[in-house]
């Protein structure tokens, strides 16, 4: 069965700190992947996703990711982070099923 | 309309109640999603639509639970018998095409039922 594995469960920066968040996913076979966001009292939203092509996929607000196929990641990534990125961000992935599967999810909290 | 949305946002029940929740999905979108999150973990899959039919039910967590959809739009999710472990954020998603793999999920803000 695919799961997906979030490392940090809480991470807390500073402004223009460096982030990376990690995922990893089990499944042998060709995935879609996905971050997701939700920012506090609003709803999830799409950050970015990859389906096939370049392994480095760049998102929404500065944010990219690289699939690793090898590692099994699709690590998310951003070089400066500022206070208004504080959410929650869930790593997803599909693969020979017709949904989502979440990761538990990281709490980024960014102090200014 | 313009997004997925979700009634109640808010519903308080009694232990043993029936509840329903309801989801409206963009104008067109064929498949239709339901999760269940609870505190603490990422959205978990309970059933998907397409169209009118349930074409994976494998998440719903026991016969209590139920979710019909019978004109291919607005879904109701039906929870009988309701526990105090029921009690978590109920979101809906829907997408253009039904392989989620290749389409992207729109959620809604969520329903948050507590089980009393």
């Known amino acids: 069965a695919q799961s997906v594995s979030q490392h940090n469960h809480h991470v807390i920066l500073s402004e223009a700190a460096s982030l990376e968040l990690g995922c990893n996913y089990s499944?042998?076979?060709?995935?879609?992947l996905f971050w997701y966001v939700q920012y506090p009292g609003q709803h999830l939203q799409l950050l970015l996703k990859y389906f096939s092509g370049d392994p480095l996929v760049k998102g929404i607000k500065g944010f990219e990711a690289e699939f690793i196929k090898s590692k099994f990641s699709f690590n998310l990534r951003k070089p400066s982070v500022q206070w208004s990125d504080t959410a929650e961000y869930f790593c997803a992935v599909t693969g020979g099923y017709n949904k989502l599967i979440f990761g538990a999810g990281t709490r980024l909290a960014v102090h200014p | 309309g313009a997004g997925v949305s979700q009634t109640p946002s808010n519903k308080v029940t009694e232990k043993g109640k029936y509840v329903e929740l309801r989801c409206d999905p963009i104008s067109g979108h064929t498949a239709l999603y339901w999760y269940r999150q609870s505190l603490g973990q990422g959205p978990e899959f309970l059933i998907y639509?397409?169209?009118?039919?349930?074409?994976?039910d494998s998440g719903l967590p026991n016969d209590r639970f139920f979710a019909v959809r019978p004109e291919g739009s607005v879904s109701t999710l039906k929870i009988q018998r309701t526990e105090r472990g029921d009690s978590a954020m109920y979101l809906c998603?829907?997408?253009?095409?039904?392989?989620?793999?290749?389409?992207?999920?729109?959620f809604g803000a969520g329903s948050r039922l507590t089980v009393l």
């Open positions: 639509f397409q169209g009118t039919g349930a074409a994976d």
């Open positions: 998603a829907s997408s253009l095409q039904p392989d989620a793999g290749a389409n992207v999920l729109t």
């Open positions: 499944y042998g076979g060709t995935v879609n």
